[in-house]
């Protein structure tokens, strides 16, 4: 009998156990399931839509991202291997400066990726608009985000049109079939379609909801951009589309230049009037570890101390001497937009440190030698992150494509704009001002290889507009862009600098990436490439 | 949430129970007869006496004893005594594993003392199968079981190395030497990629664990059953084996003894690596000659001593009886604050009511573990060693002001004895396991089982960095504190049904069960820095950092949940005792495919086996003893390790800048992939056991086919269409091939001599067969996976392409060095090519080494003179290559960041000229080496007395040993042991903590 309990007892216990189910869990922690997040607020609608401009700004300043892809091939700024520091990094630095960057090389991947990032998330949020998964209060705040998305999807291929140029055009989220590449022409199309299909759907407000977002003055640069390049990218001069376009923008009356250039680069330069397009940053909510870290990778570690920084720096960027040397010695933007010289901390007191305006060569340099990147502040007590606004178009921009575009088209005007952005830089209104004849003179740049190794001297005075030119490195040196002016200007390929000798035309793109080129066999390699 | 699979799962739950509740009431009837007839035996006094062994009249413990044809029935106490009521005239029936079975009629006498042979015939043995056991005999599938008495001996740290070159097959590396780190174990080469269970499943009395969860000294048995039919029945988890362990246990009527054993036991580096010194260093870069004289690596380097300490009481009568187990494991390394300290008690009560149909077991076991950190919540900071190897030599330690020397210009060089000294911290963590098991046997062929567990593992981490340390120095995190933990929660039922019956000729068992896992995990961790001194913050008070207030300070926290469930059910079928069929199938349901189209699975296996020597035909030979012809087949398979990949999860991401406020953006968490599902392998199996000349020569052959099937990978897609560059899919097909040898043999035994030796031999190939799948729409047949590292560069290291192996290396290849010291490569196309001229495009790489090695081989050998025993046992690893990371990044006379190199930087390069300083450093073929290797790993010198004067004690032995003793190879490097597994194995990492040789003194004795 004893037993039969037993067997009952065990056999009720095995059927309570059992109920205890074959479910299986899905409980999620920290994440949620797409179908059960239903935006409603406008915060919640936000959050989902900001999320397509977060790539801006890591495509742009992340480790190897678009500054350096622009910078560093360029003439203005070389990192060096530096001796006993370091920046050896498999000598990526020394191929970017040689452009003999391979096909799986960090510097030709990365702003391939992360501006594909960008694309990506706007062609998921218009999918989901579409799909009504957001639902937008009414059809105009739709049809005006639906725009802006547009023109943000827009403004990554710019970066795309201009580094890869062949690249696959992809606005279906819905579509999973592997992208075709197009043509560098048809990419330009695509954007200038883009463009000016929702321009008249965009905000006019520059500011506040609409600061560092695609407002329609944002819009009209960016096409601007396109046109001033517009030879190059497409084959096709614009010009007069360009000045259009500038006319646009200067007409709207909500920007104007600085009284000091300094001014757009300080900590707190939200509300300067002279930014169009900017990437907002901050020191604690953009916590990627590159985030924007200028101040980082170029400042020697003793200038800890003059900034009070939290992190020792690590010295790696300089500008090349050979630029420094085309300043006018009285040009301030010389003055403030590198540090140089005797170092002192933030006490006044000396440190073992004084930047000199030579480098040995790309293989070798010593902690002081070259000029410092000092365009952007460094906030005393600054962390590994700079808080300043990261400017991508800015009004003294709008003035020189436009004096490019009346120079390059045959008109005149060019030297009024140019002087009216030089003011600012001259003690004497004199030494500002600028003609248009002085603008069509060769380049003061002088171009050769000049390190250790050898020494040539090839000058600018051959260069068209050289001079131009050399106004836009002055202006807008520091700013992620010089590659694309050197390359309108024909210099990018032909001229050599520092331990750069003259490369081939094939290198004013970038390769497809490697890894990218593995995931997609529709993607043909760019010339002069292995396929 | 089920709706689906509602009907299925309920239906089988239904019938499962139907079962059992059927043989619950055939049952109660027939025991009921039973238990009268019992109560009818007469009450005569009862026969003791003593088992003993015949060849060395030791007694023997846990002996059976069962009076033929009734339920009457006890075992031996330790002592090997037993008392047991047995009428004149009735059978004695006396069965002791590893001796031949005897059978003693009573006569007058009721003193019976019982001498028992060995039975040298291994396939009686009994050996573990999941949830339940088998003879040796019986055994249609690939099983092996190694005993206490044949582990290895020595330092060794956890049951993986205690059987460590004695299994074919299992590839058992101990690939660094710190005091915290476990041995990898892999059976049968690589066979999931990013499955949930990439380790073969350990089972610690049938409870999911891993190998350290007892003390080595507490284990008894370890079995491992390594083919796809054995392993099924536990369905997705034995997909890469599965290591039963079983813990000592108290057998016996009258049991009462305790055992004491432990050692001491010292390393040093198996092998240091030869480092410039000071002297050289300055003749050779006298532009960077500090002044000083300092060996970094000695710096940082003690004596380390290490102590176990290990207790085991047993007690308790026939019915209800205890063991209870103390280890205390004391283990310093040879790096200084490199430690680790394990304290683990276990206690297990058996009890049996009810004339034996019931028993009850309860255990628990508890494991305390603390170790020093020198790194947030991590052992020994890999990176120090990595310091003391670059340091500049002619540095000084501290600067005259007393500070320490620190150079912060260069980029990651940190002083390494500042890290040591000025960081604390330790990692606490416990386990407790609390496990209760009801077995009841309402019929003698009927057995039900319930197995419930629940295991938690609560672990902690606090760590400090001082004012002077460099990360405040350099980068400002004053007295960085960092705490952290987890709790892992295991739960586990599993309910059984057996059924036994032997009829004439034909012997069946059925199995049926159910089996219910679920696991969740809970972490957090939190930072800050900001302290004012030294004094009155740190890790014990975390929240009076300035960083708090200023926003910098860190705060995370995690959870998951994870479940599995499954319905199983095996049978076994013998005919005569000749032919034998197993068959198995366990449904499977894994919460990580929540969201799927695919989250049950099926899991069928079947074996069959040919006892040749029961045949007619063999009753007139005398050579073999026994043959058996084994062929199995058996599908198993993997999860992927993360939940939620099945479906588009949303979670937050990075902030952006709305209207003067920052606020987090929400993104998708990953590519979701409905279309992803288990991995599947199928594995089909054929052997042979055999046994001769009595014993004296035995072992075992088998040959595998493991073909893995949808293997999971996070592969590399197109981005777009994809959201991001990798995907969780099924993509590829892997096929893995082997053979396993081994041999038992006993050259020599004589009275006072013999001499054992085991011989283990596997050899393994492996192949991607295809990679295919939804995800893949590219011509291309291969990715590239891995990293490399040197001189703050990371290139990829290995490719895995589709009619290749798996742990293929791929980069450039050098040939020869020009007059100048500069390479010459070997182009895409074959052609030699200069330095100069390389253009280092990934596609002038080549296939320059593969990191598995193809076979293994193992030879035991116990040797036993009287008291005295000599164990020496060897393996070793062949037909592989290692990338030598140390060689790549310290053997360069490019040395852009001056730190100090090997002496062999000044050897010449392919024996003509050094390396020109123009050379930058890269992953190339001249640093991939030959990594083959054989061991003398383990050499134990023993002496036991077990004959004394006094009753006090039982027994002693006393012993000597040697861990890691020789090596011989041509690898340069400190051990040519590396990681084996993953997609990129054979890296021997610069930082690596350097594997050593132990030294061992050892005691134990029986009271």
């Known amino acids: 009998m004893k037993t039969k309990k037993i067997s009952i007892a065990i056999g009720i216990l095995l059927i309570m156990f059992n109920i205890s189910c074959t479910e299986l869990y899905d409980d999620s922690y920290g994440s949620v399931v797409s179908e059960n997040f239903n935006p409603e607020s406008e915060e919640d609608i936000s959050a989902l839509v900001n999320a397509a401009y977060v790539p801006w700004r890591k495509t742009m300043l992340l480790w190897n991202g678009v500054v350096r892809a622009q910078e560093l091939s360029a003439d203005q700024d070389v990192i060096p291997a530096r001796i006993g520091i370091g920046w050896l990094d498999g000598y990526i630095y020394k191929r970017w400066h040689q452009h003999t960057w391979t096909t799986n090389d960090d510097s030709v991947y990365q702003s391939w990726s992360r501006t594909f990032e960008g694309i990506n998330t706007v062609n998921r949020l218009l999918y989901q608009i579409d799909q009504g998964v957001i639902v937008l209060p009414d059809e105009d705040t739709q049809n005006v985000l639906i725009s802006e998305l547009k023109v943000l999807r827009a403004s990554y291929y710019y970066i795309l049109v201009d580094l890869y140029g062949n690249v696959p055009i992809v606005t279906d989220y819905s579509d999973t079939s592997l992208p075709q590449q197009s043509k560098r022409s048809e990419v330009f199309d695509f954007i200038i379609e883009e463009i000016t299909n929702n321009i008249d759907n965009l905000s006019e407000e520059a500011r506040g909801y609409y600061y560092g977002r695609m407002n329609k003055w944002v819009a009209h640069t960016l096409l601007a951009k396109m046109y001033l390049n517009a030879e190059v990218w497409k084959g096709e001069a614009m010009w007069q589309k360009c000045i259009e376009e500038c006319n646009a923008v200067m007409a709207s009356g909500n920007y104007n230049l600085e009284a000091n250039q300094k001014n757009v680069f300080i900590t707190e330069n939200q509300d300067s009037r002279e930014i169009i397009f900017a990437l907002p940053m901050d020191e604690k909510y953009v916590t990627d570890w590159n985030a924007f870290d200028f101040h980082m990778y170029t400042l020697a570690q003793e200038n800890q101390q003059t900034y009070d920084m939290a992190y020792a720096p690590w010295g790696g960027v300089c500008a090349t001497p050979q630029f420094i040397d085309s300043f006018n010695p009285n040009d301030k933007r010389l003055k403030e937009n590198y540090i140089k010289g005797q170092q002192y901390a933030l006490s006044g007191e000396e440190l073992s440190i004084n930047y000199t305006n030579s480098v040995p060569s790309i293989d070798e340099s010593d902690k002081d030698d070259g000029y410092r990147w000092g365009k952007f502040e460094y906030k005393i007590g600054s962390t590994n992150r700079l808080g300043n606004d990261f400017p991508v178009f800015r009004y003294a921009d709008i003035l020189l494509m436009k004096a490019e575009s009346l120079m390059r088209s045959g008109q005149s005007g060019a030297g009024e704009l140019v002087s009216e952005v030089r003011m600012r830089d001259f003690e004497s209104a004199q030494e500002a001002t600028v003609t248009d004849a002085e603008l069509s003179m060769g380049s003061n740049y002088n171009y050769g290889r000049r390190d250790s190794y050898s020494q040539t001297y090839e000058g600018g005075s051959n260069i068209t507009y050289g001079r131009f030119l050399d106004e836009l490195g002055w202006e807008f040196c520091q700013e992620g862009r010089r590659r694309q002016d050197l390359i309108r200007f024909g210099v990018f390929t032909t001229k050599s600098w520092f331990s750069h000798d003259a490369s081939d035309i094939n290198k004013q793109l970038y390769p497809i990436p490697y890894d990218v080129m593995l995931t997609n066999s529709n993607l043909k390699q760019n010339p002069g490439y292995n396929d | ?1007």
């Not at chain 2, 004893?65 to 047995?86: H, R």
């Not at chain 2, 893949?776 to 990829?796: N, P």
């Open chain 2, 1 to 1007: 949430m089920c709706k689906f699979y509602f009907f299925t799962h309920y239906a089988m739950l239904r019938y499962t129970l139907a079962l059992l509740a059927v043989m619950f009431v055939c049952s109660n009837y027939e025991a009921q007869a039973r238990v009268v007839d019992f109560s009818n035996q007469n009450a005569q006094e009862p026969i003791t006496g003593t088992v003993t062994s015949e060849k060395d009249g030791m007694p023997l413990a846990g002996a059976n004893i069962v009076v033929k044809g009734t339920q009457a029935a006890t075992s031996t106490d330790f002592d090997g005594n037993y008392s047991l009521d047995a009428p004149e005239g009735s059978v004695l029936v006396v069965s002791y594993v590893g001796f031949a079975t005897k059978e003693i009629t009573v006569g007058n006498d009721r003193v019976v003392n019982i001498f028992l042979q060995v039975d040298t015939n291994a396939l009686e043995e009994i050996v573990l199968i999941g949830y339940g056991k088998q003879k040796a005999g019986d055994v249609t599938s690939a099983v092996a079981n190694v005993k206490a008495e044949d582990f290895n001996k020595g330092q060794l740290t956890d049951a993986g190395q205690l059987i460590q070159g004695k299994v074919a097959g299992l590839a058992v590396t101990n690939a660094n030497g710190d005091p915290t780190a476990t041995s990898s174990i892999k059976l049968r080469g690589n066979n999931t990629l990013s499955g949930a269970y990439s380790d073969p499943l350990v089972l610690i009395d049938g409870i999911p664990g891993s190998l350290n969860t007892v003390a080595p000294e507490d284990i008894e048995t370890i079995d491992v059953l390594k083919d796809g039919s054995a392993a099924a029945i536990y369905g997705v988890r034995g997909t890469n084996g599965v290591v039963l362990i079983t813990t000592k246990k108290a057998k016996g009527a009258k049991i009462n003894t305790v055992e004491y054993s432990g050692y001491v036991s010292t390393a040093k580096i198996a092998r240091e690596l030869d480092f410039l010194s000071a002297g050289q260093f300055r003749e050779l870069y006298p532009e960077s000659d500090l002044g000083a004289n300092t060996d970094w690596l000695d710096e940082i380097t003690r004596t380390p001593i290490t102590h176990v300490h290990n207790v085991t009481l047993r007690g308790g009568s026939s019915q209800t009886n205890y063991i209870a187990n103390i280890n205390y494991n004391s283990q310093q390394g040879i790096f200084l604050k490199s430690d680790n300290q394990t304290f683990r008690g276990r206690l297990e009560i058996n009890h049996k009511m009810f004339d034996d149909k019931l028993h009850l077991r309860f255990s628990l076991l508890g494991r305390e573990n603390k170790y020093t950190s020198t790194g947030a919540g991590s052992s020994f900071r890999p990176g120090i060693y990595y310091q003391a190897m670059r340091y500049n030599p002619t540095a000084p330690i501290k600067n005259e002001d007393g500070n320490w020397y620190q150079n912060i210009s260069k980029l990651g060089y940190e002083n390494p004895l500042s890290l040591i000294k000025e960081s604390d911290g330790n990692v606490k963590t416990s386990e407790m396991r609390y496990v209760g098991t009801v077995t009841y046997n309402p019929l003698e062929a009927l057995t039900l089982n319930g197995n419930f567990s629940l295991t938690r593992e609560p672990s902690t981490n606090g760590y400090s960095e001082t004012l002077n340390h460099v990360s405040n120095i350099r980068d400002g995190f004053a007295g960085y504190s960092n705490i952290g933990g987890y709790t892992d929660t295991d739960k586990q039922i599993e309910l059984t049904a057996t059924y036994d019956k032997d009829l004439e000729n034909h012997e069946f068992s059925v199995l049926l069960g159910y089996s219910y896992l679920s696991n969740e995990k809970e972490k957090y961790n939190m930072n800050n820095y900001g302290f004012q001194d030294d004094y009155f913050g740190g890790w014990h008070n975390i929240g009076v950092g300035n960083a708090l207030q200023e926003g910098f300070a860190g705060m995370s926290s995690e959870k998951f949940k994870t479940n599995l469930i499954s319905f199983f059910s095996r049978a076994t079928y013998s005919y005569k005792d000749r032919y034998l069929l197993m068959a198995s199938i366990r449904h499977e349901g894994a919460s990580q495919l929540w969201g799927t189209n695919n989250a049950w699975g099926t899991f069928p296996a079947a074996s069959i086996g040919w006892k040749i020597t029961n045949e007619e035909f063999m009753n007139d030979q005398n050579l073999f003893n026994e043959i058996k012809l084994r062929a199995g087949y058996g599908v198993t398979g993997s999860q992927p390790a993360d939940s939620f990949l099945g479906i588009g999860m949303l979670k937050y991401g990075d902030y952006a800048y709305v209207n003067g406020q920052w606020l987090r953006t929400v993104v998708p968490s990953s590519n979701p992939n409905p279309d992803l599902k288990w991995e599947e392998k199928r594995e089909t199996n054929i052997g042979v056991d055999f046994s001769l000349k009595n014993g004296r020569l035995s072992g075992s052959i088998d040959a595998y086919e493991r073909n893995v099937v949808g293997l999971l990978y996070s592969y590399n897609v197109s981005m777009p269409p994809y959201l991001y560059p990798t995907i969780m899919a099924n993509g590829g097909n892997m096929i893995n091939r082997g053979i396993e040898v081994l041999i038992n043999t006993t050259p020599v035994e004589t009275e006072d001599f013999s001499w054992n030796s085991t011989i283990t031999y596997s050899v393994n190939e492996n192949k991607l067969k295809s990679l295919n799948g939804s995800v893949f729409k590219t011509d291309y047949d291969f990715f590239d996976t891995g990293d490399v590292y040197y001189e703050g560069q990371t290139t990829r290291s290995h490719r895995v392409q589709v009619g290749q192996s798996i742990g293929n290396f791929y980069g450039f290849r050098v040939t020869d060095v020009d007059q100048d010291g500069k390479w010459i490569y070997e182009d895409a196309n074959g052609n030699p090519v200069a330095y100069d001229d390389f253009s280092h495009a990934p596609e002038d790489r080549h296939y320059i080494g593969n990191g598995i090695p193809k076979w293994y081989a193992g030879f035991n050998n116990t040797f036993r003179y009287k008291n005295l025993d000599l164990t020496v046992n060897m393996r070793g690893a062949f037909n592989f290559q290692i990338i030598n990371e140390a060689r790549m990044n310290f053997e360069g006379t490019q040395n852009g960041y001056r730190d100090n190199r090997l002496s062999s930087v000044t050897d010449k390069v392919f024996g003509k000229t050094t390396l020109s300083p123009e050379v930058q450093a890269e992953y190339n073929s001249y640093y991939v080496e030959d990594g083959d290797y054989w061991k003398i790993d383990n050499i134990a010198l023993g002496y036991t007395i077990d004959k004394f004067n006094t009753e006090i004690i039982k027994s002693l032995r006393v012993y000597g040993s040697v861990n890691n003793a020789f090596t011989i190879t041509g690898y340069n490097g400190i051990d040519p042991e590396v990681n084996t597994s993953g997609l990129n194995p054979g890296i021997d990492r610069r930082e690596k903590f350097p594997t050593v040789t132990t030294f061992t003194l050892g005691l134990s004795a029986r009271f």
